[in-house]
T-cell receptor
Framework: DAGVIQSPRHEVTEMGQEVTLRCKPI?????LFWYRQTMMRGLELLIY????????DSGMPEDRFSAKMPNASFSTLKIQPSEPRDSAVYFC????????????FGQGTRLTVV | SQQGEEDPQALSIQEGENATMNCSYK?????LQWYRQNSGRGLVHLIL?????REKHSGRLRVTLDTSKKSSSLLITASRAADTASYFC????????????FGKGTMLLVSP
């Protein structure tokens, strides 16, 4: 397996534009996590899916953020409209069994909103 | 919110020395994990220790867990320049959800 795949690796966009980040988890994994990493706030959990169902989205900062997992092999995180303070590295991770097993991380998407 | 908090925030040592990083957490857990992150890369899993375990080893890594003090430590023995990275602890926060929350990490610099 190629591991968790995220795209794009880098995204630069203007304030107010819509941004869509994509994640392909490892085949067979039933849990998927989206994280945001900044120097100030560290790694923040945004949302957790189990068997494609959002279980905990309490970390989603505001209504501008939304996430979907239409099937077991694909998830998106959308920001609309984007703001400069959304600039961060966004990571996707998948596991075989929630937080009870090893998490495999993608390489991240570095988002810059200007 | 962060469940785990690592200490120290930064650590600088010479090759061959041991490095010890600590993690404290707030609520009951089922397990605690340690991860490493090289600059600009995703996190890589190092070791998982369950709440009924007190110590675990993996190569040059030794992890301890004290649930009464809600703390864990990661010891890297005979460090190498390649160990330079940030190290994070993660807990599953026994809240009913099986989520995985991370601390802010310890930045380790190993000089040749």
């Amino acid at each position: 397996d190629a591991g968790v795949i995220q795209s794009p690796r880098h995204e630069v966009t203007e304030m107010g534009q819509e941004v869509t980040l994509r994640c392909k988890p490892i085949s067979g994994h039933n849990s998927l996590f989206w994280y945001r990493q900044t120097m100030m706030r560290g790694l923040e959990l945004l949302i957790y899916f189990n068997n494609n169902v959002p279980i905990d989205d309490s970390g989603m900062p505001e209504d501008r953020f939304s996430a979907k997992m239409p099937n077991a092999s694909f998830s998106t995180l959308k920001i609309q409209p984007s703001e400069p303070r959304d600039s961060a590295v966004y990571f996707c991770a998948s596991t075989l069994g929630g937080a009870d097993t090893e998490a495999f991380f993608g390489q991240g998407t570095r988002l810059t909103v200007v | 919110s962060q469940q785990g908090e690592e200490d120290p925030q930064a650590l600088s040592i010479q090759e061959g020395e041991n490095a010890t990083m600590n993690c404290s957490y707030k609520t009951s857990i089922n397990n605690l994990q340690w991860y490493r992150q090289n600059s600009g890369r995703g996190l890589v899993h190092l070791i998982l220790i369950r709440s009924n375990e007190r110590e675990k080893h993996s190569g040059r890594l030794r992890v301890t867990l004290d649930t009464s003090k809600k703390s864990s430590s990661l010891l890297i023995t005979a460090s190498r320049a390649a160990d330079t990275a940030s190290y994070f602890c993660a807990t599953d926060a026994d809240s009913g959800y099986s989520t995985l929350t991370f601390g802010k990490g310890t930045m380790l610099l190993v000089s040749p």
